[in-house]
């Protein structure tokens, strides 16, 4: 409830941001160089813990192909105006300017060539330069309204700003300090929060076909995958848990619990040609020889197994090539379900974005309250685009706040 501001100086900010990751550190900086009185806090014993797992450790930290089309929410032009406003190529120059080496990996992917470490350490040095604090190991317990801003009771005693920026993340890998924290406070502040679910998370399998391709794991090859009308074209990575590899996390965010995965094992092929021109160049082949020549030795050997494909294409009739050739491009599976938050990379879902305004993130009806980064309904395809948005929805915070 409403009452009067503490009036330790040391304890009172222009502006708290509670989390220090991707969206948190980069509003800090942004509103830091504007002159703002910064505070960032944390609940971690380090800042940026994403930051330094993503990318294998190399963090993608941007892609120069992001657009609002890389991105699902149940209200989709919402990123579009951060999106335009902070682009891939300006935080590319911030990169530049701190001389950290970088490499294309896929078209428009770029990583650190180096450490992830490079980027984390770049943001905490601009914050520095900016003049904002960041504060580790602070437990927010409860926030209320004073005055015209924010009483937040911690740990280590109150604080109090005039605005507030919630960038706490989602629920996704809770062994990196991962909370629905961002939620409640939404929630406190009368704020809807839309259904939230793992995003960019492996699958699981049923049994059965678990065990058909248990002898695969570690075995890696291209596919197109489609789910609801969207479909990727990239490796698909067999584990012992089910499949997972940026074909299948891509697809993941689309796909719902009873859900079937249609799945093109040689998107490069056309396999029903291929096939009825061997049978008369080479009527001696089998399946299995031209499965070795397009997919790992293993994957060919067992998928081949797993259908019972066996003799020589001269004894397959039209029928059985047209069979054998529809279940290569598309070969059916229901996923028994996903591996959940526990690996997901994102949370979809999240803060309802019609209550916020596009240019600010503030929350319309309490434009001195801001939301940024996951715990905001916008969720990114692979591939550097959900640090895009931590970048890009941080900078349009803090140039607010």
Not at 126 to 134: K, M, P, S
Not at 215 to 242: A, I, Y
Request: glycine share 10%.
């Amino acid at each position: 409830m409403a009452g009067s501001v503490a009036s330790d100086p040391a304890s009172q900010y222009d502006v708290i941001v509670i989390g220090a990751g991707a969206a948190g550190l980069m509003c800090a900086l942004t509103a830091g160089y504007r002159g703002r009185r910064v505070l960032a806090l944390d609940h971690a014993s380090k800042p940026g813990k994403k930051i330094l797992m993503s990318g294998g450790g190399r963090c993608n930290f941007t892609n120069l192909n992001s657009t609002a089309d890389n991105f699902l929410s149940h209200n989709p032009p919402f990123c579009i105006s951060a999106l335009k406003r902070y682009t891939p190529q300006d935080f590319l120059e911030l990169v530049d300017r701190h001389g950290i080496e970088h490499e294309e990996k896929a078209p428009g992917q770029l990583f650190c060539k180096d450490s992830a470490k490079d980027i984390l350490n770049m943001l905490l040095t601009e914050c520095e330069w900016a003049g904002a604090e960041v504060r580790l190991k602070t437990v927010v317990e409860n926030i209320s309204e004073a005055n015209s801003g924010y009483r937040l009771r911690t740990g280590s005693g109150d604080l109090t700003c005039d605005s507030l920026v919630i960038a706490t993340g989602g629920l996704s890998i809770p062994t990196m300090g991962a909370t629905g924290f961002g939620y409640e406070v939404a929630r406190q502040f009368e704020l809807e929060i839309l259904p939230t679910r793992a995003g960019l998370v492996p699958f699981t399998l049923q049994p059965e076909l678990k065990e058909q391709l248990a002898p695969l794991s570690g075995v890696s090859c291209p596919v197109d995958v489609q789910c609801h009308n969207q479909h990727f074209r990239e490796p698909m990575l067999v584990t012992h848990r089910g499949l997972s590899g940026p074909a299948m996390l891509q697809i993941s965010s689309f796909w719902k619990p009873g859900d079937s995965l249609v799945i093109n094992l040689l998107p490069a092929c056309r396999i029903a040609e291929d096939l009825f021109s061997l049978r008369k160049t080479r009527p001696q082949w089998t399946i299995a020889q031209y499965l070795a020549q397009h997919l790992p030795k293993r994957f060919a050997q067992a998928f081949n197994e797993l259908q019972g494909w066996s003799g020589p294409l001269q004894e397959y009739r039209n029928s059985d090539i047209e069979r054998a050739a529809n279940t290569l491009g598309q070969w059916s599976i229901k996923p028994a379900g996903t591996e959940g938050y526990r690996t997901a990379e994102v949370t979809l879902g999240g803060v309802n974005t019609r209550q916020l305004s596009s240019k600010t993130m503030a929350v319309l009806e309490r434009p001195n309250l801001y939301f940024i980064g996951e715990v905001v309904d916008v969720t990114g395809h692979l591939g550097g685009h959900n640090f895009q948005w931590a970048w890009a929805s941080g900078v349009a915070a803090g140039n607010d706040a």
